[in-house]
């Protein structure tokens, strides 16, 4: 624990440089909201770990708390041994019209091999063809529920910063969210568009620019998203 303050300590003070998305998505977003606020609100949709892969580890560390959601059961012990202050949620997020046709459970598909670095199963999927796709051949039935009706049990508000992460998912979900009544200031998704200019045609972009936000950054696959001001 002691190792661990002092890491944060030197990460927060700038005394060190690093960061903890996979592919830096969370230098982006910090740099997106003033240094010296240390508090906020985050909601991750597919958390997958406390650091490995975080884009929200970073203002977990400066004090900001929030929602974590993901079909791994393992994830969520670890955030509830870690981030026991923050709400974290062991389901599955699936489109609503499959939740209306009364669907409550799935098949999470993971890899065969484990990952022993974060003693969770790698990035797997509840979208069946991706995993398929991705040879994915272990298979654990897990809860399900529409983004909607979890946020609606869980009161969630407005936030300050969402990510979505559910590998085949995230277009869809980001459709169903309600924007206007989230009010992310900050929003990052996986849009996997082949260039620039389809990515800023893609169906999630325009959705973001319809709802007042603008493309504030790219970081592998990951598109940043910032309101716009007025």
């Known amino acids: 624990m002691i190792k661990l303050q002092r ?13 903890f998305g996979q592919w830096g998505e969370d230098i982006l977003v910090r740099k997106l909201f003033p240094k010296n606020r240390a508090n906020g609100t985050y ?5 997958y770990h406390p650091f490995i892969h975080s884009n ?34 062991w389901s599955a997020i699936i489109p609503q019209t499959q939740y209306d046709a009364g669907l ?25 063809t991706v995993g398929m796709e991705r040879q994915h051949g272990r298979s654990t ?8 009706k979890l946020l609606a049990d869980r009161q969630v508000g407005a936030v ?28 990052t ?14 169906s999630i972009s325009r959705r973001m620019a319809d709802h007042g936000y603008s493309l504030a950054g790219r970081a592998g696959p990951t598109s940043v998203f910032l309101k716009k001001s007025g």
Not at 43 to 47: A, N, Q, T, V, Y
Not at 164 to 180: H, N, R, S, T, V
């Open 104 to 128: 409550r459970e799935v098949s999470l598909l993971t890899p065969d091999a484990s990952d022993n670095a974060s003693g969770i199963s790698a990035t797997g999927t509840v979208h069946q």
């Open 141 to 148: 039935t897990v809860p399900a529920t529409s983004i909607s």
């Open 56 to 89: 929200t580890a970073y203002l977990w560390l400066k004090g900001w708390r929030g929602y974590n959601i993901d079909a791994n059961a393992q994830t969520i012990k670890i955030f509830d041994k870690i981030r026991p202050q923050d709400t974290n949620i």
């Open 43 to 47: 909601l991750d949709i597919g958390c």
């Open 189 to 202: 998704i996986e849009d996997y568009s082949e260039d620039f200019a389809q990515l800023l045609s893609s």
């Open 160 to 187: 300050d910063y969402l990510n979505i992460d559910i590998e085949g998912y995230d277009e869809m979900i980001l459709q169903e969210i309600d924007l206007a009544a989230l009010k992310p200031t900050v929003v």
């Open 7 to 19: 890491l944060a300590s030197a990460l927060l003070s700038r005394s060190i440089k690093g960061h």
